[in-house]
């Protein structure tokens, strides 16, 4: 996929937009989406994970106007909260960082993309290893050990994660059976670290083998593994074909690494402000902090919706 290529924000630039890009050129590109996909946690959700009323109204007024929406996330089909499932128009579902779609409201899995074997196998000495908490997806929901469960902030889960990793993962007694048991349909595997020294360790273990899945991250404190080919643009791609929307005729919203590949697919990419530099630099326009109705207030400046 191509790469876009920007400069960064300037500050004589309120409206956020990167590198050649007008305001007005935007709007004209905007009056012909019919795809948004925008990432939850930093950019649709604030730091609390929850919704505005602003962004709930913005999405679905776009719906209304017969834009299809897609929620695009790290999370597992488990771990999304009602308010977002229950989103007016809201079509599809992009899990674990695209290694399963599902049709919202039906349950129904369209596409599914597992670690191979030769990658898990390779993974496998992390699952004991007792720096390192270590989660796995299968069958829509995270899992982990219990007894690292119940110890999760040694492990580098801060407060302000707590609730939500807590509420979201499933305690496992015997997990490396479990995973065994699973190991042919697993979606993604997290490690959450509580210093760089093992983060490091963890990177240059990663990094000898990248050839066999795809490593990216969504938090300074982890790393997160899929299958080979899986990441969020290839799932927006996935839902372009399936309804028939040209790349060009897609909006993408995101803030971290893993929302990069669909920033860079999308015909207008946009960036939370929160983001990271790189999430930053691969858009097209940089819009408000999460706290701040991102989503809607891009949406409000593009002419998308009423202002």
């Not at 889960?157 to 059976?177: H, K, M, N, V």
């Not at 066999?212 to 799932?235: H, M, Q, R």
């Not at 790349?247 to 920033?263: A, K, L, R």
Request: negative net charge; contains cysteine.
């Amino acid at each position: 996929m191509a790469t876009k290529q920007h400069g960064s924000q300037s500050s004589q630039n309120p409206q956020g937009l990167q590198g050649s890009q007008t305001l007005q050129g935007l709007r004209r590109r905007a009056a012909g989406v019919r795809l948004l996909a925008t990432d939850l946690d930093g950019t649709l959700l604030d730091r609390t994970h929850s919704l505005s009323a602003e962004n709930k109204a913005a999405l679905s007024e776009l719906a209304r106007k017969g834009v299809v929406l897609a929620a695009a996330t790290g999370r597992s089909r488990t771990s999304i909260p009602e308010a977002v499932t229950a989103l007016e128009g809201l079509k599809y579902l992009i899990t674990a960082n695209g290694a399963k779609i599902y049709e919202n409201g039906t349950e129904k899995i369209l596409y599914e993309s597992y670690l191979s074997a030769e990658a898990v196998d390779y993974i496998r000495p992390f699952l004991s290893d007792r720096e390192v908490l270590c989660e796995v997806f299968w069958d829509g929901a995270p899992h982990v050990e219990e007894a690292r469960y119940k110890g999760a902030p040694e492990y580098g889960i801060p407060f302000w994660f707590s609730d939500y990793f807590f509420s979201s993962r499933l305690p496992i007694r015997d997990f490396e059976a479990a995973v065994r048991a699973h190991e042919n349909e697993i979606e993604n595997i997290n490690f959450v670290f509580a210093n760089e020294t093992v983060k490091e360790r963890i990177r240059q273990w990663l990094k000898a083998r990248e050839g066999l899945y795809e490593l990216t991250t969504s938090l300074a404190f982890n790393f997160e593994i899929g299958g080979l080919g899986v990441c969020k643009a290839a799932a927006v791609d996935f839902i372009a074909k399936r309804e028939s929307v040209r790349p060009e005729e897609t909006i993408c919203f995101g803030d971290n690494d893993n929302d990069i590949s669909m920033i860079e697919y999308a015909g207008i990419g946009i960036a939370a402000a929160n983001g990271v530099d790189e999430a930053l630099a691969a858009a097209d326009f940089v819009t408000k902090d999460c706290g701040q109705s991102a989503v809607a207030y891009a949406l409000k400046t593009l002419g998308l919706i009423a202002g």
